[in-house]
């Protein structure tokens, strides 16, 4: 292996900051140019004092075009987005993603797979999952001697 | 399934100042071509039906779906997408009849009929026997 730099701590600052810069435009508006457009549907999640959420935006997608399964810390979905129109027809633009997405969420904490509930409004998808009873925070008395 | 990719928003260039703050991002859309009309279809996740502005003026089609803002306080563990408004403008040409476009939404999508202006429409020529 050969090192370029004269100071391992150069490297290390520079990897450093490529990360950063990489997630960087991620996190802040979702959106770095140099990624293809279309994929699988984005994901939020984030955790309730009781529940994790996972949050999608498939639009088009129907109730029944979406399946959801759920073991002891894994989300998975598999979404079918249908085709914009069968018919023959001359595209100019084609940018909406169609066709069938599978995902799997690994989960911040175990959940409770009996009361999982999902809500589809307006294109957006939102995935209740309620903590398992083991996982929830609890509060611990301390005995005084 | 290892080398699919995460759709992601891309933030719109809406060309002016704005006066509210927030991103916008230009949602992802198919236009398709039909013998009698063009179809725009927008996808706008999180927009309800009516907070959903369409405007034509001197040839130029701009779309704004308005969300309201959700979770804003929220720690995300994984965020993936920005929730903002949508904005989109097209050019269009002459050969649309501007006074017939009409809209429907659905489920995040936004689905608009640009009908051809009837000189435009394709015509079959008959060819008279002499």
């Given at each position: ?7 391992p701590r150069?490297?290390m600052?520079?990897l450093r900051?490529e990360v950063?810069?990489?997630?960087n435009?991620?996190?802040?508006n979702?959106?770095p ?20 959420v996972?949050e ?8 029944d075009?979406?399946?959801?399964s ?7 979905l598999s979404?079918?987005r249908?085709?914009?129109e069968p018919?023959e027809?001359t ?6 993603p ?5 995902r799997?969420?690994?989960?911040p904490?175990p959940v ?10 307006e294109?957006?998808l ?16 301390v005995?005084?001697? | 399934?290892?080398?699919?990719t ?5 933030a719109a ?6 006066t509210?703050s927030g ?8 236009i398709?071509?039909?013998a ?9 996740p999180?927009?309800a039906?009516d ?6 003026e001197d040839?130029t089609?701009s779309?704004h779906?308005r ?6 306080d929220?720690?995300y ?19 649309v ?12 999508v ?13 015509r ?7």
């Open positions: 292996m050969v090192f370029r730099y004269q100071n150069q490297a600052d520079q900051d950063n810069r990489l997630f435009g991620w996190l802040t979702g959106t140019a140099w990624l293809p457009v279309r994929g699988q549907p984005a994901v939020n999640v984030w955790e309730t004092v009781d529940a994790v996972a999608l935006e498939v639009p088009g997608v129907k109730s075009q979406v399946d959801i759920v073991a002891e810390s894994e989300l998975t979404i079918h249908p085709e914009t018919t027809v595209y100019h633009r084609r940018e909406r169609s066709g069938d997405f599978c799997t969420i690994r989960l904490a409770d797979p009996d009361r999982v509930s999902a809500e589809l409004r294109g957006v939102t995935i209740t999952l309620p903590r398992a009873e083991s996982s929830k925070p609890r509060k611990i008395n005995k005084t001697g | 399934m290892a080398n699919q995460t759709d992601l928003k891309t260039d809406i060309g002016a100042e704005r509210r991103v916008f991002y230009r949602p992802n859309v198919d398709l071509e039909k009698d009309e063009l179809l725009v279809l927008a996808d706008i999180g927009v039906g907070k959903v502005d369409i405007h034509f040839g089609l779309i779906g969300v309201e803002p959700r979770h804003e929220t720690d563990l994984l965020q993936e997408y920005g929730v903002g408004d949508y904005w989109r403008t097209f050019e269009i040409s002459e050969a009849d501007a006074s017939k476009i009409s809209a429907e939404y659905a489920e995040g936004l689905t608009l009929h640009l009908p051809k202006a009837e000189a435009a429409k394709p079959k020529i008959d060819i008279k026997p002499k």
